[in-house]
């Protein structure tokens, strides 16, 4: 953002609501909020903040699932397991529930943040796993991911791996 974006934040502010304790990137920008009996859920242009004591950045690469139900927000949360080669291992953690009572635009937000940053995804069946080309926000170029299903052999996944992702097609060209 540089310069001019510098000004507008010091202007008009990040973005991020009142109380909202998060440490944003200089070229981080708020897209929604919403509040939780924990603090704020918060979206933003390099992923989604997560209240607590001590809020944290989830990146939008880093989310297997997140979906609106019953005036809460469930997010599955994926961490780095390993790499093959340049394919990065993910493991999904438990699902965390927030309730919304006022949701505004976050939900949409979030469910427009996390689809959009897969540029493509194809299925292997056995070992059965999901391999994943994603965007990184503020990083250029794409990074390639595989989810082995719950309960599927990691190992046996990895093997796979190489020659799985050397048979896919380009990924689409924006």
Do not use: N, Y
Request: aromatic content about 6%; hydrophobic content about 40%.
């Amino acid at each position: 953002m540089g310069a001019v974006g510098d000004l507008l934040r010091r202007l008009f502010g990040s973005g991020a609501p009142e109380g909202f304790t998060g440490a944003l990137e200089p070229a981080e920008h708020v897209v929604a909020s919403a509040a939780t009996r924990d603090g704020w859920l918060v979206a933003t242009s390099l992923g989604l903040w997560l209240p607590g004591a001590r809020p944290r950045r989830l990146g939008w690469h880093l989310i297997s699932k997140a979906t609106w139900s019953g005036g809460a927000l469930s997010v599955v949360e994926a961490v780095e397991d390993g790499a093959v080669g340049e394919v990065v291992v993910l493991r999904d953690l438990p699902p965390r529930r927030f309730a919304l009572e006022e949701p505004g635009k976050l939900p949409e937000a979030v469910h427009k943040r996390v689809t959009g940053a897969i540029r493509s995804r194809h299925r292997h069946e056995s070992p059965g796993a999901w391999f994943l080309r994603r965007r990184v926000p503020g990083r250029d170029g794409l990074v390639v991911q595989v989810r082995p299903d719950e309960g599927e052999d990691v190992e046996r996944v990895k093997e796979i791996t190489p020659a799985f992702v050397a048979s896919l097609p380009p990924p689409p060209v924006d």
